[in-house]
């Protein structure tokens, strides 16, 4: 069984321009979250999808960051007009529809570099 | 809303000497409680959990956890380690009542085991 698979493993951008971080997750699981760790800190919890809706987005910024996740592909992070405060690495984490509490499974992250 | 405190960002510890990792959770209601660990350049593993019951939970690789609801703790403890063992740990917490198995993290503890 594959993993959480997430890509790319590193990206890197210039400020100003748009990142996209996808994250497909395992066989079996529809519930997907995303969670940031900046250097030296803990994760911080962005938001919750499940297919086709947001289900809780409280840990978002306000501007410049969204979430989908489509019936059919990847769930999708979305940072527009980076700044260096958005190098971080992300990591994205699933579970199935009916799993037991905690169960999340992470990928591996995407680290993102903003020169 | 839910926090958590690990109070040692790290540990230097020698190879089959005890361990143990502190972590404090604020919480108006009750949590479930997870220890992860995260190995170099890799996503997060559960290591264990505590939903209820037993307050001594036994998770893998040798490692337990204790949760005292008094004391709002939930320490990590592995009473011999191993060079392998050499990761950073973070203690989580989540609401049994929202939605999905959304975690809040705390700041993670770097253990590096020296021979």
């Known amino acids: 069984n594959a993993g959480v698979m997430q890509n790319p493993r590193h990206l890197v951008r210039r400020r100003g321009q748009e990142a996209r971080l996808r994250c497909s997750p395992m066989?079996?699981?529809?519930?997907v979250y995303w969670y940031r760790q900046l250097p030296e800190e803990g994760l911080k919890f962005m938001v919750y999808l499940q297919k086709e809706n947001i289900i809780d987005e409280s840990g978002m910024p306000k501007e410049r960051f969204s979430a989908e996740f489509p019936k059919e592909g990847p769930s999708i992070l979305r940072i527009q007009q980076v700044v260096r405060g958005d190098s971080a690495a992300y990591f994205c984490?699933?579970?199935?529809?009916?799993?037991?509490?905690?169960?999340?499974?992470f990928g591996e992250g995407s680290r993102l570099t903003v020169l | 809303a839910q926090s958590v405190t690990q109070l040692d960002s790290q540990v230097p510890v020698f190879e089959e000497a005890p361990v143990e990792l502190r972590c404090n959770y604020s919480?108006?209601?009750?949590?479930?409680l997870f220890w992860y660990v995260q190995y170099p350049n890799q996503g997060l593993q559960l290591l264990l959990k505590y939903l209820s019951g037993s307050t001594l939970v036994k998770g893998i690789n040798g490692f337990e956890a204790e949760f005292n609801k008094s004391q709002t703790s939930f320490h990590l403890r592995k009473p011999s380690v191993h060079i392998s063992d050499t990761a950073e740990y973070f203690c989580?917490?989540?609401?049994?009542?929202?939605?999905?198995?959304?975690?809040?993290f705390g700041g993670g503890t770097r253990v590096l085991v020296k021979p």
């Open positions: 989580a917490v989540s609401d049994p009542r929202a939605a999905g198995n959304k975690l809040t």
């Open positions: 066989k079996g699981h529809s519930h």
């Open positions: 984490a699933s579970s199935p529809i009916a799993g037991e509490a905690g169960e999340l499974f």
């Open positions: 919480s108006s209601v009750s949590v479930y």
